[in-house]
């Protein structure tokens, strides 16, 4: 076993926990999302709580990491800046999050149970990913 295997093994066992956290949570769901999304209509709070709760998961781990690291943990990047790109981009996952009820996480959950609408998804995601590093590329 290389040095990588245990690396690699760890992610797949977190990102597994993580999808299987956004099933018991009802997370994978369109319909309980645009219902969070909806604060005019009949408004459910579920998303809030379970932000809340992985807030609170997570929390303790980012500020280990960043006392170990000596960071913000942001790989490098400057996280406090906020720029065009970010705006736009950000524009966009919240339309497509609001039209589709589905961000990626619950995407790749859901490529199991209705695979047809969420490859569409993961395909226009991908497309978008392309074209933000073309743009970026020829700048």
């Known amino acids: 076993m290389t040095r990588r295997h245990p690396i690699v093994l760890t992610a797949f066992a977190c990102g ?5 956290g956004l099933v ?3 997370m994978t769901d ?8 909806d604060v005019t209509g009949d408004w459910n709070p579920s998303l809030a709580l379970v932000m809340i709760g992985a807030i609170a998961t997570a929390a303790p781990f980012f500020a280990y990491a960043r006392r170990r690291e000596g960071n ?13 790109q970010l705006v736009i981009g950000a524009t966009i996952f919240g339309i497509g999050w ?4 589905i961000c990626p ?4 959950v ?8 969420v ?21």
């Open 72 to 84: 913000d943990g942001g790989g490098g990047q400057d996280v406090r800046r906020i720029d065009a």
């Open 105 to 108: 996480g619950p995407a790749f």
């Open 24 to 26: 018991i949570s009802g």
């Open 119 to 139: 490859v569409l998804l993961l395909v226009a995601m991908g497309g978008g990913l392309a074209l933000s590093r073309w743009i970026g590329a020829r700048r």
């Open 98 to 101: 609001g039209l589709t009820g």
């Open 110 to 117: 859901n490529l199991v149970a209705a695979p047809q609408p």
């Open 16 to 20: 597994l926990l993580f999808g299987i």
């Open 30 to 37: 369109p319909a309980r999302i645009r219902a969070f999304l």
